[in-house]
């Protein structure tokens, strides 16, 4: 499951994803995804969480309203908007407008 335009080079071992949200609204702001293949040293939680935060303010967004929560790839079916619900902490499916 490796999304076009990553440095993908062998067999996955796993893929961890993060979601960097706006706690105020639970917009989201950046998706970032760790893929580690065989013979790659692992990447705990906290250096993902780290990375994606730190990519978040290299475009200059503010970080200290932010939250991060980890989910499962598979939780995020393509073509579909998501938001953080910021009572639960939980990704939720973005309703269209009008609908």
């Known amino acids: 499951m490796v999304q076009p335009g990553t440095t993908h080079s062998g067999p996955e071992r796993s893929v961890q994803r993060v979601v960097v949200f706006d706690r105020s609204d639970g917009t989201i702001q950046h998706i970032h995804d760790v893929v580690t293949v065989d013979g790659a040293a692992s990447v705990t939680d906290e250096q993902v969480r780290e990375r994606a935060l730190k990519l978040v303010a290299e475009r200059g967004i503010e970080t200290g309203g932010l939250g991060v929560i980890h989910v499962q790839p598979d939780e995020m079916k393509p ?8 009572q639960t902490q939980q990704l939720v499916e973005r309703k269209p407008a009008g609908s």
Request: charged share 25%; net charge neutral.
């Open 79 to 86: 073509g579909t908007r998501y938001a953080v619900d910021v």
